[in-house]
């Protein structure tokens, strides 16, 4: 069972950016399509973007599409998310998780607040 380590959350004036960091500790990341999905405080946790095992990113959420890019460096057995022009209501926990989620596989994620 591997464990999967977010970072890079924080707080952020709308229109900035940010980089989100995962890496694995005890299990081979390069193996699995990864993806990125968050959880709003008071909503259910969604889908962001996933990445095929290959690097190909597949899909964005509406929401993000045009803002976020979703990315892997196998050297360093890591994937991210890059996320630019950021809104209010991106507000929430961000988490990894290979694609589809694995129960056992979710971290503690972390928080990216976007406000003035």
């Known amino acids: 069972q591997g464990q999967l380590v977010e970072s890079g959350g924080g707080l952020v004036q709308p229109g900035g950016s940010l980089r989100l960091s995962c890496v694995a500790s005890g299990s081979d990341l390069r193996l699995y399509p990864m993806a990125w999905y968050r959880q709003a405080p008071g909503k259910q946790r969604e889908f962001i973007a996933d990445?095929?095992?290959?690097?190909?990113?597949?899909h964005y959420a509406n929401s993000v599409k045009g803002r976020f890019t979703i990315s892997r460096d196998y050297a360093k057995n890591t994937v991210y998310l890059q996320m630019n022009r950021l809104k209010p209501e991106d507000t929430a926990v961000y988490y990894c998780n290979i694609y589809p989620p694995r129960t056992d596989y979710w971290g503690q994620g972390t928080q990216v607040t976007v406000s003035s």
């Open positions: 990445i095929t095992a290959s690097g190909e990113p597949v």
